[in-house]
C-alpha cells in the first residue's frame, strides 16, 4: 500500500469510511447477540491503522492481547 501522503484523497476517504464502518459493525457486534463483534473490529482498525496512529496502536495492543492469549510470541519481539 502507498504511504498515506501519496494516495488521493477521495481513497483515504474511501478508506476511513470503511474502516470507520467495520469498527461501528464491530462495536454493535460486541453488544448484541446477532454476531460476533471481533473480526470487524480488527479488520475495521487494520483498514484505519494505515491512516491513523491511534489505530496503530489500538491494532498492536489487540495483537498483543491475542498473542498473550494463544502463548504466543508477536512479531516485535522476534
Given amino acids: 500500500m502507498k ?3 501519496e494516495r488521493p484523497l ?3 476517504i474511501i478508506f476511513s469510511a470503511a474502516g470507520g464502518i467495520l469498527l ?3 462495536l454493535v457486534g460486541w453488544f448484541l447477540p446477532l454476531m460476533p463483534g471481533w473480526p470487524f473490529v480488527i479488520g ?3 483498514i484505519l491503522a494505515g491512516e491513523f496512529v491511534w489505530a496503530r ?3 498492536d495492543k489487540a495483537r498483543e492481547q491475542l498473542g498473550r492469549m494463544t502463548g504466543r510470541r508477536s512479531r516485535e519481539s522476534d
Avoid: K, T
Fill in 3 to 5: 504511504p498515506q501522503s
Fill in 10 to 12: 477521495i481513497i483515504r
Fill in 24 to 26: 461501528l459493525v464491530g
Fill in 44 to 46: 475495521g482498525l487494520a
Fill in 57 to 59: 496502536r489500538l491494532l
